[in-house]
């Protein structure tokens, strides 16, 4: 790893006050009361540096949200300049600031064009809570009230609000937690790689939109509001679907009056190489895309809900006994996240990033892929700026590590000692860069994890688990 830069902030008193006082999401408590958190204090490109001069290689773009990358001044500079003329103001009851109304506009722009409006929210879990409120609306208006149940699928990720953790489909997730009862059906996830064996891609994905059919035929379509899909699941391991599996499933959907929302919290704004993938990669037309993470590049918290003007027209339709729209959050459309929204595309586009995603994109796959000789690398899997590795115990069989071995922890940790941050999810390590990445930051990352690996198979023939 690069020498460390001397920092001024006191470690030991932050490293306390943050193991004392923050309830971390997502801790694991087993390590936390002991070792605390690493804290990350500076951010530049491609960089982050931790509290003791640390320099690491940002390898997950924060959270998969930095898209444009760390420290960019001009982002910061909008939100100073947007938080000192005007820091907030409602949009409730016909009021709205001048951000978030460009923002629209500039989200309908780059949107397919059936996707003209916009509601805000928070992040990607509000946009998907409120978004089942909308359609849940929006057929209560129809007059089709019994069209309620969502159709997600196992392994989903979309995000932790009540209404959003009842869509999720990681189980573990929702251990201990409670979730509600009846709302959602969730169906298989597309895992190509532990597809049932026997079948090929078109097969796998035959089955897959048989099981959609089935479903449908057994709830009713007239009980089924809407199915709800990330491109490509991302928390949930990567999960590149068979060739046709999103515009095959649209079409079933379709033909049921079954609303098709598109959850782009990751894919959105470039990681795929373009600004939207629903169109320009998976080919389907959503009802409803969401959005949050890269539409900021995580500078300020902000979620959106692109919604079709078929819905709209519904939506938008007043209500005659003098109710309104009544749902939404102080900060939709907040002016300071929208600016720096804003802020953040014109660079985007400005440095056309997503034409450098399309072209180093492919080069990481296959940096990775040299990464499967390996013996605890099962697959490397993904598109573009959204990759995984899936760590096994045995190849031909594909059985997994016991769970204490902790082998996504131990990847994670070996790459992070050489400088480079991944991100550990159970046994899988998730590689979801900054859209500046180069080839040759590639080439070094590449390097680092393949130490890593190396490393990490001694540490486990150690332990006694290879
Ligand atoms: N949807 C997807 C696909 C996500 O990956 C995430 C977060 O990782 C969310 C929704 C939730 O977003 P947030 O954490 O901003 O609420």
């Known amino acids: 790893a690069p020498a460390p830069v001397p920092t001024t902030l006191d470690a030991e008193t932050l490293w306390r006050q943050d193991r004392d006082h923050f309830v971390h999401p997502f801790t694991d408590f087993s390590v936390f009361h002991d070792k605390g958190c690493e804290l990350i204090t ?13 320099r690491f290689i940002d ?44 923002l629209a506009a500039k989200l309908a722009e780059l949107a397919p064009a059936h996707l003209n409006h916009v509601f805000y929210s928070c992040g990607g879990s509000t946009a998907n809570d409120a978004t089942i409120r909308l ?16 159709l997600s699928r ?9 209404l959003a953790a009842s869509l999720t489909g990681i189980e573990s997730n929702n251990w201990e937690f409670d979730t509600l009862d009846g709302l959602v059906t969730h169906l298989s996830e597309a895992n190509l790689y532990r597809r049932p064996e026997g079948m090929d891609e078109a097969q796998y994905c035959d089955h897959l939109v048989a099981e959609l059919e089935a479903t449908i035929a057994e709830i009713g379509a007239d009980n089924i509001a809407a199915f709800i899909a990330e491109p490509i699941m991302g928390a949930g391991g990567v999960l590149v679907a068979p060739r046709g599996y999103h515009a ?42 969401n959005l949050a993470k890269g539409l900021s590049s995580g500078y300020a918290p902000l979620g959106a809900t ?9 939506l938008g339709t007043p209500q005659g006994k003098g109710g309104v729209l009544s749902t939404g959050f102080t900060y939709s459309g907040h002016p300071v996240s929208c600016a720096a929204a804003l802020k953040n595309i014109e660079i985007l586009e400005r440095e056309e990033l997503c034409a450098n995603v399309r072209e180093v994109g492919p080069y990481l796959e296959q940096a990775l892929a040299t990464l499967s000789r390996h013996p ?74 393949d130490e890593a690996l190396a490393a990490t198979a001694e540490s486990l023939r150690r332990d006694g688990y290879l």
């Open 154 to 162: 196992h392994n989903a990720y979309h995000g932790t609000t009540y």
């Open 306 to 314: 692109l919604i079709s003007d078929r819905l709209y027209e519904v």
């Open 248 to 289: 095959r499933m649209q079409e079933v959907l379709r033909a049921h009056d079954i609303l098709y929302i598109a959850d782009e919290v990751v894919t959105g704004f470039g990681r795929l190489g373009h600004i939207f993938a629903s169109e320009a990669v998976f080919d389907t037309q959503p009802d409803v895309i």
């Open 59 to 102: 390898g997950i773009a924060g959270l998969w949200c930095v898209n444009v990358g760390h420290g960019r001044a001009e982002i910061g500079q909008a939100m100073a300049e947007q938080a000192t003329r005007m820091a907030y103001f409602s949009t409730f009851n016909n009021l709205s600031n001048a951000p978030a109304t460009r």
């Open 376 to 449: 605890t690398v099962g697959d490397v899997r993904g598109s573009h700026f959204m990759m995984c590795i899936e760590n096994v115990a045995d190849k031909d069989t594909k059985a997994l590590f016991p769970v204490d071995a902790r082998v996504g922890d131990r990847v994670a940790f070996e790459a992070q000692q050489r400088g480079l941050i991944i991100r550990p999810v159970g046994h899988l390590n998730v590689i979801s860069p900054p859209l500046i990445w180069t080839r040759d930051t590639v080439d070094e990352a590449v390097a680092i994890l």
């Open 135 to 150: 359609v849940h609306y929006y057929f209560n208006r129809l007059g089709k009230p019994n069209k309620k149940r969502i």
């Open 42 to 54: 500076d951010a530049e490109g491609i960089h982050v540096q931790d509290i003791h001069g640390n």
